[in-house]
């Protein structure tokens, strides 16, 4: 058995911090040992209660602690590029939550960080891992529906506007497109890839709309159309403030396939389901054995690249992060989103 056991420190001691621990204490690969908060006090309850050796008082220190190898950043979207950034220059190995950054360019400064500090980065799209994610790649790929044509996807959620809260703050790059619409842009660019034979394609045209809070400018709810270069094409849709049914739906020349848990691929009895309909048969259900958790597959995707001496995880590689947050740019340029303290 292995004795491989990455040792990781968490920024930040919010909601998917919580999750992400109480993955960690599932994994085979992996060990919390440190958090760090903007706050002692929140980073010693955090530790407390999600059994990590150490509490820092700042984020600085976390980086700094010389027993941890992994830092997992999980605080708003504005912090994410230079926090990622110096873990990197400080040889930590980074899983940076979604979005990568704000934009592209600062994508771009991450990604060149990792590269120079030669250390392992991966964007936490944590559907990426899952093996419900594989075999729908699977399904596309080998010409289950045929000939791909359209990739209907959307994540969207109702949250009362909350003043302040880093989903509506436009200092918090608050809004759906990057909250949640990077999963359905994500997914469609995986699908249209597997549809060539490759891990994603990005696509040739972009158009979108969204509707726009009055004061903050960040998007309540938004759609995108996505045009692909072999005539692929993908309607994306997302809210913060609007629920929506969150499923992803392939069409093919021969049928289509019907994805009801998408993101976080719902099991009974140990299985998730994907529904295959194909012209004039009877409809299929797919079953996909599922052993542990979403964010335990991530973990341990990720534990794997660094030890096997990788910089990029196969299930979202830097490209793959880059194209996804080009076209993210290009969606918010289209809904008129803007971020008025960030270089976009
Ligand atoms: N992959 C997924 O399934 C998933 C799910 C949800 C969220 N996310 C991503 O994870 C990130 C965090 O989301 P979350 O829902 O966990 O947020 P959250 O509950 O608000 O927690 C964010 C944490 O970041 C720290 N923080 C630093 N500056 C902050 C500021 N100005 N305002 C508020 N908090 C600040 C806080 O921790 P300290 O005070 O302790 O420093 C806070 O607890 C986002 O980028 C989001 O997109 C991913």
Request: aromatic share 6%.
């Amino acid at each position: 058995m292995s004795t491989f056991a990455l040792r990781w420190g968490i920024l930040g001691t919010g909601m998917i911090a919580h999750k992400f621990a109480q993955a960690l204490q599932e994994t085979a690969t992996g060990r919390l040992v440190a958090v760090g908060s903007r706050g002692a006090e929140a980073a010693q309850r955090f530790a407390a209660e999600c059994g990590a050796v150490r509490a820092h008082g700042g984020y600085a220190e976390l980086i700094a602690d010389a027993e941890v190898e992994a830092v997992y950043v999980a605080t708003p979207h504005p912090s994410h590029a230079e926090l990622a950034i110096a873990a990197a220059r400080a040889g930590k190995h980074v899983l940076c939550e979604k979005p990568l950054t704000l934009n592209l360019a600062d994508s771009e400064r991450v990604v060149a960080a990792a590269r120079a500090a030669g250390v392992t980065l991966m964007e936490a799209y944590m559907y990426r891992c899952h093996p419900q994610t594989a075999k729908l790649v699977e399904l596309v790929r080998d010409g289950a529906i045929g000939r791909l044509g359209l990739v209907e996807a959307a994540f969207g959620f109702h949250c009362d506007f909350i003043p302040g809260h880093r989903l509506f703050a436009n200092a918090l790059g608050g809004g759906g497109i990057l909250d949640v619409g990077g999963y359905p842009v994500s997914m469609a660019r995986l699908l249209a890839g597997a549809a060539q034979g490759r891990t994603f394609a990005d696509p040739v045209a972009v158009t979108g709309a969204a509707r726009l809070h009055p004061e903050e400018g960040i998007d309540l709810h938004a759609a995108a159309t996505l045009g692909f270069d072999d005539g692929v094409v993908a309607q994306v849709a997302c809210g913060v403030s609007l629920e929506l049914e969150n499923v992803v739906r392939v069409h093919g020349s021969e049928g289509w396939i019907l994805v009801r848990e998408p993101w976080f691929a719902a099991t009974e009895g140990g299985m998730a389901q994907i529904e295959l309909r194909r012209r004039g048969r009877a409809p299929e259900a797919i079953a996909v054995a599922v052993d542990r958790g979403l964010y335990v597959y991530e973990a341990e995707a990720f534990a794997e690249a660094v030890r096997g001496g990788r910089r990029e995880v196969a299930a979202m590689t830097w490209a793959d992060t880059l194209g996804n947050m080009a076209t993210l740019d290009r969606w918010r340029a289209a809904a008129g989103v803007v971020y008025r303290g960030a270089r976009c």
